[in-house]
């Protein structure tokens, strides 16, 4: 059973930090890429930043020089360091591993998802 689980969601207000975690687990054989997607009410899922497993990082422009995303592949583990937050981001932010199961599937799997609010 394949699973992905973020943390590290809450509260902020407009100019603050906010670093969200997401861990893999399962019986992965390895992970291609993993990235952070958020979904504001009302609105569609957008891809925040994505890393993939050669080191190619693609962020939004409305993040870019704000948001950092880093890893550590020992632990399956992808982080998002959110640095001066906007209202604008408040959403529910979603992790996403790309990976290839022991069974040698390829597989897209998705967290639960944790909620960010930013207040001005």
């Known amino acids: 059973q394949m699973q992905v689980v973020e943390s590290g969601g809450g509260s902020a207000q407009a100019g603050g930090s906010l670093r969200l975690s997401c861990v893999a687990s399962?019986?992965?054989?390895?992970?291609?890429?993993m990235g952070w997607y958020r979904q504001a009410p009302g609105k569609s899922r957008e891809l925040v930043a994505e890393?993939?497993?050669?080191?190619?990082?693609k962020y939004a422009d409305s993040v870019k020089g704000r948001f950092t995303i880093s890893e550590n592949n020992a632990k399956n583990t992808v982080y998002l360091q959110m640095d001066s937050l906007k209202p604008e981001d408040s959403a529910t932010y979603y992790c996403r591993a790309h990976l290839v199961s022991l069974r040698m599937s390829l597989l897209d799997v998705w967290g639960q998802g944790t909620l960010v609010i930013v207040s001005s």
């Open positions: 399962g019986r992965i054989l390895n992970i291609k890429d």
């Open positions: 890393l993939t497993s050669d080191g190619k990082i």
